[in-house]
């Protein structure tokens, strides 16, 4: 078993879906998790109380709002005077095709929460990991940013990409530091986030390039994270694991 004992670990999105479980996940290895949510107050109380003791702490911030993510920050770290990990996992999925007349505030929303909410935690957490001789980033990205999306979600699929660009760069920039730096890249996976897209094409269109024939479950990320948390492969710093059951091998 993967052992996160005395780690503190930041999660945002850490209320529902791939969140829910890295929460669930790391706080059964051991971890101290701060559990970030921005609306779903209730999911995030029940597993703080599912976790119990001492061991989870609950932080609201709604990323869509500029600077909202420092605050976070702030916030988060006042609860043990440190975070040894960061797990950049919240994010949004909204449709906008070319005609849509939202196109440009659902990109600028898109953008802000995916990928420069995610880059001032960065920010943050490196000046803090600088300070305590290390640390781990982990961000979630997406198959998108590799494959591209569909029309209706470029944007997505956008704002992922630069997920990785920013992975990548802190990777390479900060491993003097020991600044650790890795993104996961999931497939589809059986979250409330997907079920727009599944909706709008159908569960067959979706499951149909996936040679394992399903969707991910979270728990699949959920162990993923929990292994990069764990610094046990240091050298893997700048990489990006696949977890899409094949659909899409680079």
């Known amino acids: 078993m993967i052992d996160l004992h005395d780690k503190v670990i930041l999660v945002t999105g850490g209320s529902r879906g791939i969140g829910a479980a890295t929460v669930l996940t790391l706080a059964s290895s051991g ?20 976790i ?52 440009g505030t659902i990109w600028q929303t898109t953008l802000q929460v995916n990928l420069i909410a995610v880059a001032d935690l960065c920010r943050e957490a490196i000046g803090h990991f600088r300070d305590r001789a290390g640390g781990i980033i982990i961000n979630v990205a997406s198959r998108a940013a590799f494959r591209g999306d569909a029309p209706d979600y470029m944007h997505y699929a956008a704002s992922k990409g630069g997920v990785i660009a920013l992975t990548r760069s802190i990777a390479r920039g900060f491993a003097a530091d020991n600044i650790l730096a890795f993104a996961v890249a999931p ?34 990320v ?15 710093t700048g990489t990006t694991i696949d977890i899409n059951g094949a659909s899409y091998v680079r």
Not at 223 to 232: P, R
């Open 31 to 50: 971890a101290y998790v701060i559990l970030h949510y921005s609306r779903a107050q209730a999911s995030a109380q029940a597993i703080a109380q599912e």
């Open 52 to 103: 119990g003791g001492d061991r989870c702490y609950v932080v609201q911030a709604d990323l869509a709002i500029t600077n909202a993510s420092r605050k976070l920050w702030q916030e988060a770290i006042a609860w043990r005077g440190q975070i040894d990990v960061l797990v950049n996992n919240a994010g949004i999925i909204q449709s906008a095709g070319i005609d849509d007349e939202m196109w």
């Open 187 to 220: 497939g589809f996976v059986e979250t409330e986030m997907a079920d727009e897209f599944i909706q709008a094409y159908g569960e067959a269109f979706v499951t149909r390039d996936i040679p394992l024939g399903k969707i991910a479950p979270p728990q699949d």
């Open 222 to 236: 959920a162990n993923v994270i929990a292994f990069l948390a764990s610094g046990l492969a240091p050298h893997a």
